[in-house]
């Protein structure tokens, strides 16, 4: 297997995506590496020699995070990320991963990838953890903001097979998020997509969620549209950010501050392990014809090597050929 | 000025509305005020006799929390807020608060206030803190579930009004939530709406903010359609939850944990003064022709009683007329 690594992307790129392969391949990762990005700096990250398992492809240029995504990869024809992704549809590589801007991995998968047969519009995947210690998956976290009830319903069997296959859930549970549990809540959208969810009996469909559920993990899976998904992730990430600002400054912030942090180590420990956010941070985009990962812009070495890891879960466990077998066989 | 009290909505009711009904009168509110409810109940909990200034009007029923609100205000005459909202209309209050099913509240203003003229749906209202220290204002936070563009510029005008006379914020910035700041950013609806309020003279349009700006107080009114509103309120809800739940059990939780929260008290009191939300649960359903405040279900006294002089501002400050007076000289 081999896994192509879009090195100039992410907030700490090349620096720690090259640690982040180095990583991967030091704990045993078997796939082999192919570091794209510009030749001499990535050479001049690695200081000795390259090691095995790893090669690197030149790449001139970068999609930068704050870029509009799509006009960038057409301009250019030589940037790190388009690079990457036409490695996978050549065969030179069997899967991409990356921290760059989503827009543009996204980008980059559908105009060179295309989409798999039998899926009309492609949906980004948010990882959370929730309270009973599993991860729930919510989609689409922002590649389709008009969806329609029957890109829902495709939302759902992507997602149903990506938890059994990459997290081996057995039939995941599918919440709809919606504005209160019976099935005549929300808008035009909601009520047609609960009828096709609870008519489609591939799919265990557990009903309406509301959005404080995700957290508590109420469903293995929740769907809906990449508008509502995309403002209810970046919302929580904000709740998270005062939070942790105000356990570090407020509660732990002064002098009696220190010291009780000092004092209550081991449950802030505890606290913080449950919750860290690398296991969580990289999924595949659903939907294209073929294995992209894409992590946080924030991703530093270690979260980078769990991207990696992630593509090749997902590479082994054929999870594109799982996604395209359920679309064909249940499309009318 | 006659405030009408639903004294038999909310989980703790009617013990402490009745109690935040006493402590309005108590701290100086100059409103007189009719407790709406069972009134055999609720004289056996003022016990002595009635103080001066308040009132009690008999009503048998009650819309429980987890009822269909509209069905249940339909089938039964005699309903708390049912009577409460009926005051408002023949003259005999000024404004209605309640801590009970919202759903109902709503309800009950529609089918007996009726809409503002002008205004063709309503909006639900919720106040955030934010870390600059001053309230944000979110809407609809669920009560118009299909808005479209139209809907939404109405719901900036009735925003700005509330927050300029009940908070005293000048020419009130309004942003769109939306899932980039691009103008180019969302789906048809998003892209519809920031063209209309980018041209419309009478608001302060700052632009399209995500949903992690809410908290950071970016702009002092975030609009967006219903079912969005209540997914990223119920969204962030949740997250809080998690968060109180790790700092109370994790964190503090264990031997060390409990001494080290004795050793940080001075802090853990600034982080959770500033995470007070009793002073923002309360606020007007917006759109409905009359003055009809909505707090927390969860509400205790001392939010009770907040929820009574918002009520009373809002009638002090003429809300509704200055709502009214927004939307027929900007109407087409």
Same mark, same amino acid.
């Given at each position: 297997?081999?896994i192509?690594?879009?090195?100039?992307?992410?907030?700490?790129a090349p620096?720690?995506i090259?640690?982040?392969a180095? %990583?991967?391949?030091?704990?045993?990762?078997?796939? @082999?590496?192919v !570091?794209?990005?510009?030749?001499?700096?990535?050479r001049?990250?690695?200081?000795?020699s390259?090691?095995?398992?790893?090669?690197?492809?030149?790449?001139?240029?970068?999609?930068?995070?704050?870029?509009?995504?799509?006009?960038?990869l057409?301009?250019?024809g030589?940037?790190s990320?388009?690079?990457?992704?036409e490695?996978?549809?050549?065969g030179e590589?069997?899967?991409?991963?990356?921290a760059?801007?989503?827009?543009?991995?996204m980008?980059?998968?559908l105009?060179?990838?295309?989409?798999?047969r039998?899926?009309d519009?492609p949906?980004?995947?948010?990882?959370?953890?929730?309270?009973?210690?599993?991860p729930?998956?919510?989609?689409?976290a922002?590649?389709? $903001?008009d969806?329609?009830?029957?890109?829902?319903l495709?939302?759902?069997r992507?997602a149903s097979?990506?938890?059994?296959r990459?997290?081996?859930?057995?039939?995941?549970?599918?919440?709809?998020i919606?504005?209160?549990?019976?099935?005549?809540?929300?808008?035009r959208?909601?009520?047609?997509?609960h009828?096709l %969810?609870?008519?489609?009996?591939?799919?265990?469909?557990?009903?309406?969620?509301?959005g404080?559920d995700?957290?508590?993990g109420?469903?293995?899976?929740?769907?809906t549209?990449?508008f509502t998904?995309?403002? %209810?992730?970046k919302? $929580?990430?904000g709740v998270?950010d005062?939070?942790?600002?105000g356990?570090?400054n407020?509660?732990?912030?002064?002098a009696w501050?220190?010291?009780g942090? %000092?004092?209550?180590?081991p449950? !802030?420990?505890k606290?913080?392990?449950?919750m @860290?956010?690398?296991?969580?941070?990289?999924a595949?985009?659903?939907?294209v014809?073929g294995?992209?990962v894409?992590t946080?812009?924030?991703?530093?070495?270690?979260m980078m090597?769990r991207?990696?890891?992630?593509?090749?879960?997902?590479?082994?466990?054929?999870?594109i050929?799982?996604i395209?077998h359920?679309a064909?066989?249940?499309?009318?």
């Amino acid at each position: 297997m081999k896994i192509a690594v879009d090195a100039m992307g992410g907030d700490y790129a090349p620096d720690e995506i090259v640690r982040g392969a180095l %990583l991967y391949r030091a704990s045993g990762g078997e796939a @082999d590496l192919v !570091l794209v990005g510009r030749e001499q700096e990535l050479r001049r990250i690695i200081a000795s020699s390259v090691p095995p398992g790893i090669t690197i492809r030149n790449a001139t240029d970068v999609v930068a995070m704050d870029e509009h995504p799509s006009s960038a990869l057409r301009r250019r024809g030589d940037t790190s990320i388009g690079v990457a992704t036409e490695m996978v549809k050549h065969g030179e590589a069997d899967a991409v991963a990356s921290a760059g801007n989503t827009g543009a991995t996204m980008a980059a998968a559908l105009l060179v990838l295309g989409r798999i047969r039998g899926i009309d519009r492609p949906a980004l995947c948010g990882l959370f953890p929730t309270s009973q210690g599993k991860p729930a998956c919510l989609l689409d976290a922002g590649a389709t $903001m008009d969806a329609t009830e029957h890109n829902i319903l495709q939302f759902a069997r992507m997602a149903s097979r990506f938890m059994e296959r990459l997290h081996g859930v057995e039939r995941p549970s599918v919440g709809l998020i919606n504005v209160g549990e019976e099935p005549e809540k929300g808008g035009r959208m909601q009520l047609a997509a609960h009828a096709l %969810l609870a008519g489609a009996e591939d799919l265990n469909f557990f009903g309406n969620i509301e959005g404080k559920d995700l957290l508590k993990g109420v469903t293995d899976i929740c769907v809906t549209d990449g508008f509502t998904g995309n403002v %209810l992730a970046k919302g $929580m990430e904000g709740v998270i950010d005062v939070f942790v600002d105000g356990i570090r400054n407020d509660i732990f912030g002064g002098a009696w501050g220190k010291i009780g942090a %000092l004092v209550a180590f081991p449950g !802030l420990r505890k606290f913080r392990s449950r919750m @860290d956010y690398d296991p969580y941070a990289s999924a595949p985009l659903l939907g294209v014809a073929g294995v992209s990962v894409v992590t946080h812009g924030r991703a530093r070495a270690n979260m980078m090597r769990r991207a990696i890891e992630v593509a090749e879960r997902a590479v082994a466990t054929r999870l594109i050929e799982a996604i395209g077998h359920g679309a064909s066989t249940t499309a009318a």
